[in-house]
């Protein structure tokens, strides 16, 4: 299907807004996120049902910037495993990105519905993620916010792939980036570190994801009050840099060792020797027959119910200067590298990325601002606008991207 007409030149040829709605019938809004509103949309032609992404211009120069970059970053990519932008129309006070539909459920929700889920399972999510990793790779794309709540089945057939979504994070590895973006409890050392990174970010994610969908449990989590989300972070992210985390009993009592030697070979604190995603697919775990067969769905979805149900999980919006007061000191004890100089990196700035857990009972979604950061903290601190959801999720963006 063609696309509508899109030029990023100085003279644009914009769309008018009746083009849109002479294709497509746009129903009512059915999320609303940091950058859009999403839309379910029919084509009137063949009745065949789309997700559609609007972009308000007004909305400011991070709004633009980001519409911009999941066009161009989709244009390119066409792969089974990631969803695929259909149409794309600009008018002079939007932008309308319509994709492929996904109607099946997010991992969590399949995994709770199961009778009998073992490693295999998890291993063949972890394969397709992979291939679509691979893939976005060898174009030098970096997903930059791989997390499983941009995990979700095509489909509610039986046999349905796994398709990844939200790509306005997404960016071209053309030498090694230095902004901090992401989710918190995803983020790779370099990243928490200030230092430059670049694909080896992705691996990581996928090891995250890969270690909680065996266990039902975060690697990296810090039981600090639930008020107390500075000491949370600061703790979280000290973890993270020494790559502490355990294989701990009873819940990694009947999982492989094949799998365990995944999970480290891709949560590798130093991202030069860390798996590379084509090579994670040749691990015997994913290629072989090395995943076991066992039902572990009872104490996986035990934990999983328990730690994503915690009310600080539910909490998205925290303030997060950590990355400033992560000092190279603050580091020595962990044996990370120490970070780059703050000053090449810029301040940091949290926002909130709203994409709920499924496995969430009814989370409330409450849309917040938070504001009066102490004035040692207030180059740090933006407003934060977004809903409630589990878990946290902050995508962190330089000031510069802020402007317009």
């Known amino acids: ?208 994801v890969m270690y909680i969908l065996l266990s039902g449990n975060p690697p990296f989590y810090d039981e600090a009050d639930d008020d107390d989300y500075d000491s949370h972070d600061k703790n979280l992210f000290r973890k993270i840099l020494s790559g502490d985390y355990e294989f701990d009993s009873p819940y990694w009592d009947d999982i492989s060792d094949s799998a365990k030697s995944l999970v480290a070979s891709l949560m590798e604190v130093d991202q030069d020797q860390r798996l590379t995603a084509q090579e994670a697919i040749n691990h015997e775990w994913i290629s072989g027959n090395a995943a076991s067969d066992k039902n572990i769905k009872d104490g996986v979805c035990a934990q999983i119910e328990k730690n994503f149900a915690k009310a600080k999980w539910k909490k998205a919006v925290r303030v997060t200067t950590l990355m400033k007061r992560l000092r190279a000191p603050d580091q020595s004890d962990s044996g990370a590298s120490s970070p780059a100089p703050e000053a090449s990196a810029g301040p940091v700035t949290p926002n909130i990325t709203p994409l709920p857990v499924a496995a969430t009972p009814e989370p409330s979604h409450t849309s917040l601002e938070v504001q009066g950061a102490r004035a040692e903290d207030t180059t740090n601190v933006a407003r934060c606008n977004g809903e409630m959801l589990s878990p946290p999720q902050l995508n962190m963006e330089t000031r510069e991207e802020q402007n317009g």
């Open 1 to 208: 299907m063609p696309f509508g007409c899109l030029t990023f030149g100085e003279k644009k040829d914009y769309n008018s807004p009746s083009e849109v709605t002479d294709k497509y019938d746009l129903g009512q809004v059915v999320k609303s996120e940091e950058f859009c509103e999403i839309f379910r949309a029919k084509d009137k032609n063949t009745q065949k049902m789309y997700t559609c992404k609007k972009f308000l211009k007004k909305d400011g120069r991070k709004v633009r910037k980001a519409a911009k970059n999941e066009i161009l970053i989709l244009k390119m990519v066409k792969h089974h495993n990631i969803l695929q932008l259909v149409d794309v129309f600009e008018t002079r006070k939007e932008y309308f990105l319509f994709l492929e539909l996904a109607t099946g459920r997010e991992v969590f929700d399949w995994i709770l519905d199961q009778g009998y889920y073992s490693e295999r399972d998890t291993s063949n999510v972890i394969r397709q993620v992979l291939e679509a990793v691979a893939y976005l790779h060898s174009l030098r794309i970096v997903h930059r916010n791989l997390k499983l709540e941009n995990l979700v089945y095509y489909n509610r057939l039986k046999h349905s792939k796994i398709v990844i979504s939200d790509f306005h994070l997404a960016r071209l590895e053309n030498g090694l980036i230095k902004e901090p973006c992401g989710t918190p409890e995803y983020l790779a050392p370099e990243v928490v570190g200030r230092q430059r990174y670049g694909r080896p970010v992705d691996c990581w994610a996928i090891g995250v």
